[in-house]
């Protein structure tokens, strides 16, 4: 790979986006339910929170490696995490989105020049000059 493509967020698509801003969904409503659930008072033993806790920390966790293999083309582990999702959580519908980004990711890494790229900005040939003298 040529050091002139640099896989980042910036130039993912709208579709892996919106993908990722759902997978930190999950761990965002569990946080505000559990801190909810906390200040009312709802846990009756500190065991409940421990176990709610290591859910959340859990969840974060899957999030922040669903992010970190999606925005660095990681096929190894997207693939991987599709596995997870379909063999102990059932989960096929986060598989299928998996394996879509799967098959963007192969095509960007096979052929970088499709990669969404941010326009250059426009060179100003007149910095440092008088704008009125022509």
């Known amino acids: 790979m040529n050091n002139e493509y640099k896989y980042c967020y910036k130039n993912l698509g709208d579709g892996r986006k919106f993908f990722l801003f759902l997978s930190w969904l999950g761990p965002t409503g569990i946080s505000l339910f559990l801190g909810r659930e906390f200040f009312n008072g709802s846990f009756e033993k500190i065991e409940h929170v421990y176990v709610a806790l290591g859910l959340w920390l859990f969840f974060v966790l899957l999030a ?19 596995f997870i999702h379909i063999i102990p959580f059932a989960n096929i519908i986060w598989t299928i989105f998996l394996y879509f980004i799967y098959k963007v990711s192969k ?4 052929d970088p020049t499709q990669l ?19």
């Not at 922040?64 to 599709?82: C, D, E, G, P, Q």
């Open 107 to 110: 095509s960007e890494i096979n």
């Open 116 to 134: 969404i790229l941010e326009p250059s900005k426009p060179v100003n040939r007149n910095e440092g000059k008088d704008p009125w003298v022509e």
């Open 64 to 82: 922040s490696w669903v992010h970190y293999a999606v925005v660095k083309r990681k096929t190894k582990h997207i693939a991987f995490l599709a």
